[in-house]
């Protein structure tokens, strides 16, 4: 089984931007849920937003304001986009897929991360 893979992570300096990207397995249906975590050295890992099957969306309080996820309709891919990145932004960023495999059956379906690095 395929995890989701991530991409457009990298270097950015304060203030700049950067869109991640998602795209789900094909042996995960039934999504109804995807997201973005980020975990940095020495913390846990934490929500950065997450968006449901009808468009709901919530973010975590350290980017809320700053960030945007979206989903194609038919929620195989994922993005976030990050504005006014500062240094506490620097993680390693997860795409998190919520929905079932016939090998797992429902479950959480995880990336194996990309690096967002935010530095002058």
């Known amino acids: 089984q395929e995890p989701p893979v991530e991409s457009g992570g990298g270097l950015v300096q304060p203030g700049g931007s950067l869109r991640l990207s998602c795209r789900t397995s094909?042996?995960?249906?039934?999504?109804?849920?995807m997201g973005w975590y980020r975990q940095a050295p020495g913390k846990e890992r934490e929500m950065v937003a997450r968006?449901?099957?009808?468009?709901?969306?919530n973010y975590g309080k350290s980017v809320k304001g700053r960030v945007t996820i979206s989903s194609d309709s038919s929620m195989t891919t994922v993005n976030l986009q990050m504005n006014s990145l500062v240094p506490e932004d620097t993680a390693v960023y997860y795409c998190m897929i919520s929905g079932s495999s016939l090998k797992k059956g429902s479950s959480e379906y995880w990336g194996q991360g990309t690096q967002v690095t935010v530095s002058a």
């Open positions: 968006i449901f099957r009808g468009g709901m969306t």
């Open positions: 094909d042996d995960i249906f039934g999504i109804y849920a």
